[in-house]
């Protein structure tokens, strides 16, 4: 396996060559190299289409600038498997993804806003500027899966970065707006009657405002995002 | 071609219908959900002669009564917890034919007999024909967060009524039924008694933890919390796991059996209600032949991890499947097709 220096910047985990490391006896887990990047993203996805092929493959999932894939032990070879990935990521270059722009309307700060203050503390500025500056970028969807139908954003503005709590502090679950690392996502019962609330080591900056249902069966497709989609988050107001 | 089968009589909260999970739907972040003890599951639909993937009944809360609507077959497995069918004992890991009107009545594990062969958690109903539900997203198990799959999308409750799919129930050459080797027995884990050992296979951010972490996740054992569910299982121990060098991780899709380690050092093994992806470094993942051993670990059981690779979770996966396919012969036996009955 590909040697695995890693370097920091903000301390985040970055590797200096790709890997693809077993994750149990029926997945695998595709690395990229480099600095968290869109480009990166693309040849993820490219590399997820093209794994999806491949004997005894089962499922695929991107996350941010890796690719976990599911695989029936028993109907593949799981070394050459994570051979033959490792190999797809090396020859599949950047390829360009289509996506739908959606944009959600943002309450900064009050309920579902619980942690904005503490990022401006942290960050020396006002609870607006970080509204501001949070809905001033445009986010990618990378990955699924922090609650059915949402995801993974990148394309958090760096001066934003925060590591995770080291210990998960629970907050009501509201459609918020969260951030942690250089990464976003939207969090909230998936359905009505959800749970309310939920731990979390990610910082709430506020709640959606009139937002679909992340995810509906009666809607095709029942996802709200797919990864591709690009996201403005509109500020409504800032409650302070 | 299916009619109502069983009424639930009493319940409590958390019983559902589950299969063996809900697989290709990860783009929506969509996890498996399923049996927890999909292996009690895969038992109970060879012994009936059932689809492998079939749905069952998950019975992790006690007691639970239910009425018999029609004749057929049924199955238990998974925990033992003294069933009683009108009043007389049913053995574990047994499948048997049932009549219409009979009541069959499942306790807490252990609640009755101190002697349990085994840790003993979730039960399994199997049926004859399988649990017929509407398949949603390719699956009829229960997405409780959802709100969709198996009855309505939610646990099961007194006065539901479930469909079984068999329209003959099969004819048993025994009346009194036949059962399989527990897949305790059948297939033994680990020297140590008090505890229940499962193989790991060693993840991304392994090499990352201290030599002290290693050394205890391999040597301790590890205590289950009351903290446990159907999404996780938090873990305790005398030494916490730390890394070496912390670093902000990047989120990742995980699946059931990771061993995640959180800050504070304790693990919490996802389960297969859990997210599909997850941003804390792993340890390992426990291999999904020994995902049945930790869906039958009570709180305060202790656990062990056996350091495993691929070659030997293959190898481990391939037995259980010998296993199985010696209980595929076994029914084959002890059954009769209707038409020869």
Same mark, same amino acid.
């Given at each position: 396996?590909?040697?695995?220096?890693?370097?920091?910047?903000?301390?985040?985990?970055?590797?200096?060559?790709?890997?693809?490391?077993?994750?149990?006896?029926?997945? #695998?887990?595709?690395?990229?190299?480099?600095?968290? #990047?869109?480009?990166?993203?693309?040849?993820?996805?490219?590399?997820?289409?093209?794994?999806?092929?491949?004997?005894?493959?089962?499922?695929?999932?991107?996350?941010?600038?890796?690719?976990?894939?599911? !695989?029936?032990?028993?109907?593949?070879?799981?070394?050459?498997?994570?051979?033959?990935?490792?190999?797809?990521?090396?020859?599949?270059?950047?390829?360009?993804?289509?996506? @739908?722009?959606?944009?959600?309307?943002?309450? !900064?700060? *009050?309920?579902?806003?619980?942690?904005?203050?503490?990022?401006?503390? @942290?960050?020396?500025?006002?609870?607006?500027? &970080?509204?501001?500056?949070?809905?001033?970028?445009?986010?990618?969807?990378?990955?699924?899966?922090?609650?059915?139908?949402?995801?993974?954003?990148?394309?958090?503005?760096?001066?934003?970065?925060?590591?995770?709590?080291?210990?998960?502090?629970?907050?009501?679950?509201?459609?918020?707006?969260?951030?942690? *690392?250089?990464? #976003?996502?939207?969090?909230?019962?998936?359905?009505?009657?959800?749970?309310? &609330?939920?731990?979390?080591?990610?910082?709430?900056?506020?709640?959606?405002?009139?937002?679909?249902?992340?995810?509906?069966?009666?809607?095709?497709?029942?996802?709200?995002?797919?990864?591709?989609?690009?996201?403005?988050?509109?500020?409504?107001?800032?409650?302070? | 071609?299916?009619?109502?089968?069983?009424?639930?009589?009493?319940?409590?909260?958390?019983?559902?219908? /589950?299969?063996?999970?809900?697989?290709?739907?990860? %783009?929506?972040?969509?996890?498996?959900?399923?049996?927890?003890?999909?292996?009690?599951? /895969?038992?109970?639909?060879?012994?009936?002669?059932?689809?492998?993937?079939?749905?069952? +009944?998950?019975?992790?809360?006690?007691?639970?009564?239910?009425?018999?609507?029609?004749?057929?077959?049924?199955?238990?497995? =998974?925990?033992?917890?003294?069933?009683?069918?009108?009043?007389?004992?049913?053995?574990?890991?047994?499948?048997?034919?049932?009549?219409?009107?009979?009541?069959?009545?499942?306790?807490?594990?252990?609640?009755?007999?101190?002697?349990?062969?085994?840790?003993?958690?979730?039960?399994?109903?199997?049926? $004859?024909?399988?649990?017929?539900?509407?398949?949603?997203?390719?699956?009829?198990?229960?997405?409780?967060?959802?709100?969709?799959?198996?009855?309505? =999308?939610?646990?099961?409750?007194?006065?539901?009524?479930?469909?079984? =799919?068999?329209?003959?129930?099969?004819?048993?050459?025994?009346?009194?039924?036949?059962?399989?080797?527990?897949?305790?027995?059948?297939?033994?884990?680990?020297?140590?008694?008090?505890?229940?050992?499962? %193989?790991?296979?060693?993840?991304?951010?392994?090499?990352?933890?201290?030599?002290?972490?290693?050394?205890?996740?391999?040597?301790?054992?590890?205590?289950?919390?009351?903290?446990?569910?159907?999404?996780?299982?938090? +873990?305790?121990?005398?030494?916490?796991?730390?890394?070496?060098?912390?670093?902000?991780?990047?989120?990742?899709?995980?699946?059931?059996?990771?061993?995640?380690?959180?800050?504070?050092?304790?693990?919490?093994?996802?389960?297969?209600?859990?997210?599909?992806? =997850?941003?804390?470094?792993?340890?390992?993942?426990?291999?999904?032949?020994?995902?049945?051993?930790?869906?039958?670990?009570?709180?305060?059981?202790?656990?062990?991890?056996?350091?495993?690779?691929?070659?030997?979770?293959?190898?481990?996966?391939?037995?259980?499947?010998?296993?199985?396919?010696?209980?595929?012969?076994?029914?084959?036996?002890?059954?009769?097709?209707?038409? $020869?009955?």
């Amino acid at each position: 396996m590909a040697a695995t220096k890693t370097k920091a910047a903000h301390n985040v985990f970055e590797l200096a060559a790709p890997r693809v490391t077993p994750m149990g006896s029926a997945a #695998c887990l595709l690395e990229g190299e480099g600095p968290m #990047c869109l480009p990166t993203q693309r040849r993820i996805w490219a590399v997820g289409r093209a794994a999806g092929d491949l004997k005894g493959v089962t499922d695929t999932q991107p996350g941010m600038n890796n690719l976990l894939v599911l !695989y029936d032990p028993l109907a593949t070879e799981p070394e050459a498997l994570q051979a033959q990935l490792l190999a797809l990521w090396i020859a599949t270059p950047d390829t360009p993804a289509p996506g @739908k722009l959606i944009e959600l309307v943002v309450r !900064y700060g *009050g309920d579902g806003g619980e942690d904005l203050e503490e990022v401006a503390r @942290k960050k020396s500025m006002t609870p607006r500027q &970080v509204a501001e500056m949070h809905s001033s970028a445009e986010y990618t969807v990378f990955a699924p899966g922090v609650i059915p139908g949402f995801g993974y954003l990148f394309g958090l503005p760096e001066p934003l970065f925060l590591p995770r709590r080291d210990a998960p502090v629970n907050r009501p679950l509201l459609l918020n707006v969260f951030i942690a *690392g250089l990464q #976003c996502n939207v969090s909230g019962p998936p359905v009505p009657g959800g749970p309310q &609330v939920g731990p979390t080591g990610w910082y709430s900056l506020g709640q959606l405002i009139d937002a679909p249902a992340p995810f509906d069966l009666t809607r095709d497709p029942p996802g709200l995002v797919e990864p591709g989609d690009r996201i403005r988050f509109i500020l409504d107001e800032v409650l302070e | 071609m299916s009619a109502p089968f069983l009424e639930v009589l009493a319940t409590p909260a958390l019983n559902s219908v /589950q299969d063996l999970g809900r697989p290709g739907q990860r %783009r929506w972040g969509i996890g498996p959900t399923g049996m927890v003890d999909a292996l009690a599951l /895969q038992v109970g639909n060879a012994l009936l002669g059932n689809a492998p993937d079939a749905a069952g +009944l998950e019975l992790q809360l006690f007691p639970v009564r239910l009425r018999v609507l029609r004749d057929g077959a049924i199955a238990l497995t =998974g925990a033992d917890c003294d069933a009683r069918l009108d009043g007389r004992p049913v053995p574990p890991w047994w499948a048997l034919p049932v009549r219409a009107g009979q009541v069959l009545e499942l306790s807490p594990p252990g609640a009755t007999r101190r002697d349990l062969a085994a840790p003993a958690l979730r039960a399994c109903l199997s049926v $004859a024909g399988g649990i017929d539900v509407p398949e949603v997203l390719g699956s009829r198990a229960t997405h409780v967060r959802c709100a969709f799959g198996g009855l309505e =999308g939610r646990a099961l409750r007194a006065g539901d009524v479930l469909d079984a =799919g068999a329209a003959q129930a099969p004819a048993f050459r025994d009346p009194a039924g036949f059962g399989a080797l527990p897949p305790a027995t059948a297939l033994p884990l680990g020297d140590d008694p008090e505890a229940t050992t499962v %193989r790991v296979i060693p993840a991304a951010e392994y090499p990352a933890f201290t030599d002290a972490s290693h050394a205890a996740f391999w040597n301790d054992p590890w205590r289950v919390t009351i903290q446990s569910d159907r999404m996780g299982m938090r +873990l305790e121990g005398t030494t916490p796991l730390k890394r070496a060098v912390v670093q902000e991780m990047r989120s990742h899709g995980i699946v059931c059996g990771v061993v995640q380690v959180p800050p504070g050092g304790h693990p919490i093994i996802q389960l297969n209600d859990g997210n599909t992806a =997850g941003g804390y470094p792993k340890m390992g993942v426990v291999i999904d032949p020994d995902l049945w051993r930790l869906a039958q670990l009570p709180p305060r059981r202790l656990l062990r991890f056996q350091r495993c690779d691929l070659a030997q979770a293959r190898a481990a996966a391939l037995e259980q499947e010998d296993y199985l396919a010696g209980l595929r012969r076994l029914s084959a036996l002890s059954l009769m097709t209707p038409e $020869a009955a």
